[in-house]
């Protein structure tokens, strides 16, 4: 995920097809309900943010003018995010295909659900919304370092699919860009936002001591396999930002075919002999969600 990833291994068609996906951000049709449904889920979420989210977060939050009162419209929001590191949000209509996701991402273009969730979606919702994209990814994009890191991100997955490795390369995004967290001097932080537009997870992957917190192994992250409808079992810990672009700053080529030569799989709680430890969970959270889905099973 290097400069031996840039480029476009794809084609030159690539880069126009990815911007077929994109679409007005439609924002005077949004409704004074859907504002509102902004306006509760950042108040809720933002009350939960010290102490757990990382500083970088909450400072380009602010930078960026992401406020309470209103669904932001991107045309404002870029002009802060496009001065700081070049960044862009760009509308989508929902989750679109890997190859047009990654040439975004390489072209400094982030793809945002343009919808915002229903009322009875507030706690969960599979497929990211608005707030899920602008309120949790936005604060990060402004971030020198880790702008840099997710252009190389899409680079990378241009590669990947032509690699056959695409769903190792979407466990690195999962366990970090999504799920991350990070060592501070103040204790662990949260970075992800996966998490940071999550308050149940918020809470769990700060306070709980049913997940394991293991320090980040490139090879490690991209063998273990995550868990998309419930908080996750481990969370991989980076030592900082800048840690993390030099860890994945390199050719991926010999990494790749270590991994289809020995495609290792490792469930989303194991934890290995070599790991770096920073929390053996308990895993009580765990064990009791396999309960209730087995009884819930009959």
Known sequence: MSEYDSGNPLGAGVAADAMKYVIDQGWDNYTEEEHETWRLLYARQRTLMPGRACKEFLQNMDALGI????????TELNKKL???????????????????????LADRKFPAGS?????????????????????????????????????????????????????????????????????????????????????????????????????????????????????????????????????????FGPIYADLKAAPMKYAPGDVLPDDVVLQRGTGVYAAEAAERKKQAQG
């Open 67 to 74: 406020g309470d009162q209103q669904i932001p419209r991107f």
């Open 115 to 251: 919808f915002i969730r229903r009322r009875d979606q507030m706690d969960y919702l599979e497929e990211p919304d608005v707030f899920h994209d602008v309120f949790g990814h936005a604060p990060m994009l402004a971030h020198p370092v880790f702008a840099d890191y997710i252009q190389a991100y899409g680079q990378g997955g241009l590669r990947a699919m032509n690699e056959g490795v695409i769903t190792n390369l979407t466990r690195l995004y999962w366990y970090t860009v999504e799920f991350g967290l990070m060592k501070t001097d103040e204790g662990l932080r949260i970075y992800g936002a996966g998490i940071l537009s999550s308050p149940g997870e918020t809470v769990f992957a700060a306070d709980s001591d049913s997940p394991n917190k293991i320090g980040f192994n490139l090879k490690r992250v991209m063998q273990t396999k995550y868990k998309i409808d419930d908080f996750q079992t481990s969370y991989f810990v980076i030592d900082s930002f800048d840690d993390l672009f030099k860890q994945t700053y390199q050719d």
């Open 82 to 104: 496009k001065a700081l590191t070049g960044w862009e949000i760009v509308a989508v209509e929902g989750l679109i295909p890997d190859a047009p996701f990654f040439q975004l």
